[in-house]
């Protein structure tokens, strides 16, 4: 049986507040990685020791793939499997069950994604196509050379790391279904949806202040342009989706 290891990036928050951390507290049989992105001492470090939870200080907001990196560079490349999970999603523990009889039974398969709902539906997996990802009806309503994932509940075989990392380019925005295409394509990873659903509260409905919201935008105009240089996108729909995220920051701050 394959090891299984899950890896939770957490940036200025309390591990006791995350509920991805709650909910794998009473799971057993996994391995638990904390890589803290906070500018600012949480007191995780602690927790984590006191839980038994592996943690990893980024030294600051690396990002979110410079974070996974840190953690798969310290893994073996072999059939073991490392989760991703973000730190508001809740996690049972049929997640693991089907995890691992799905990795069992389907061992020329990879990767591995549940279905991901939040207040408005599914939300992964999603059609994704030039740079933006839709959401589905149902299953079937995704076509398979359009489908993506998003990273909460992500789970690879660490042996496609081997060829196939998170681009650290990105710091956040685009991280996963760049990885998606990586793997598909360079690694020629198959996909498997597992039959089961994890919840979470996806963080882009939070409300933020009017600093962070710039920031926010920053942070996603730098991924959004080199996400689209790398796989191709014309400029045109780049500043399109930008000039909509800005009208949107001008509508929700009153900038």
Known sequence: MCKISALIVVYN????????????????????YVADNSTRDMGNKAFAHHAGFT?????GNAGLSKAYNTVIDKLEKNNDILCLFDDDTTIFP???EALREDAAA??????FAPIVTDAKGMLSPCVFKGLRGRRAS??????EHSISVINSGL???????GNCRFDEDLFLDYVDHAFI?????????????????????FSGSQKLSKRDAVRRYQIFRK????????????????????????????????L
């Open 55 to 59: 943690y990893i200080s980024m030294h």
């Open 223 to 254: 991924d959004v342009t080199v996400f689209a240089g790398k796989y191709g996108a014309p400029k045109w729909r780049v500043w399109l989706l930008l000039a909509r995220r800005l009208l949107k920051l001008i509508v929700s701050t009153g």
């Open 106 to 111: 389907y061992q020329s398969v990879d990767i």
């Open 13 to 32: 928050k309390r591990i006791a507040e995350c509920a991805a951390f709650a909910s794998l507290a009473g799971i057993g049989g996994v391995d638990i």
């Open 138 to 143: 149902c299953l079937n309503d995704i076509p």
């Open 94 to 96: 049929d997640y693991f």
């Open 155 to 161: 789970a690879v075989r660490t042996k496609v790391f």
């Open 181 to 201: 295409k990586c793997a598909a394509g360079q690694c020629k990873s198959k996909i498997r949806i597992m039959d089961v659903t994890l919840t979470q509260q």
